[in-house]
């Protein structure tokens, strides 16, 4: 399912390079309002008229796959290409998918929670692999991540992954709070802080009621 979904989402990103999304095109325009998360939208046909109201929902979804900028889907598939198969191998391929929607449905929600009243879609997997992310830390803490350090000099070395993901989720309650304040951010921190927090308590439903695996026995 992970190759199935880093399929996906590099598949959309070439249509959007067709549309000029390098160069900002009008049509490019209309693809991100068409298919990105809008807050005011969403809440207005959830909560106003209801005119559009599956229209709007569906954008939850359809903003998962719609990226930005070459760096904006490199970063994403490449946290998933390393964090996701491993909590795929734990849950199952289905179930992963319902994690991977649940985790950007949730980062999506509470992004819209905290910018009402904000026109500008909201596009990007970001939410739903900080999911990955967070069911990451409560499945594997003791993982070790291989992470590009520079300070003074520039060298690899490996940390554990706790302290890796800790250290990433500070930053984005940080830059949801600088957001706040500053009135606005072009990045959807608290899309992240929500997938990643709906990752944390969906893999310790797991871990708690996961079915037990079976022991083979191989003698009488």
């Not at 692999?129 to 499945?139: E, R």
């Amino acid at each position: 399912m992970v190759w199935v979904l880093l399929t996906l989402n590099i598949f959309v990103f070439a249509i959007e390079v067709m549309f000029g999304l390098l160069q900002r095109s009008p049509e490019w325009q209309m693809l991100v309002y068409r298919f990105g998360a809008r807050p005011v939208v969403i809440v207005d046909a959830v909560f106003g008229s209801g005119q559009g109201f599956l229209a709007a929902v569906l954008t939850l979804f359809s903003s998962m796959f719609v990226h930005g900028s070459i760096t904006h889907i490199g970063m994403n598939m490449l946290f998933l290409y390393i964090f996701a198969d491993n909590i795929e191998d734990e849950i199952g391929h289905v179930p992963f998918l319902g994690f991977y929607l649940l985790c950007g449905l949730a980062g999506a929600l509470l992004h819209i929670l905290f910018n009402l009243r904000s026109p500008a879609p909201m596009i990007g997997a970001s939410g739903a692999i900080s999911g990955v992310l967070g069911a990451y830390i409560i499945m594997f803490p003791r993982a070790r991540v291989l992470t590009l350090v520079v300070f003074f000099i520039i060298t690899m070395i490996e940390i554990p992954a706790y302290w890796f993901l800790a250290i990433w989720f500070g930053l984005q309650i940080f830059g949801g709070l600088g957001a706040l304040v500053g009135g606005g951010s072009g990045t959807a921190f608290w899309a992240h802080v929500g997938g990643f927090l709906m990752g944390v308590l969906l893999a310790r439903i797991w871990l708690r009621y996961r079915p037990r695996r079976q022991r083979i026995v191989w003698w009488q």
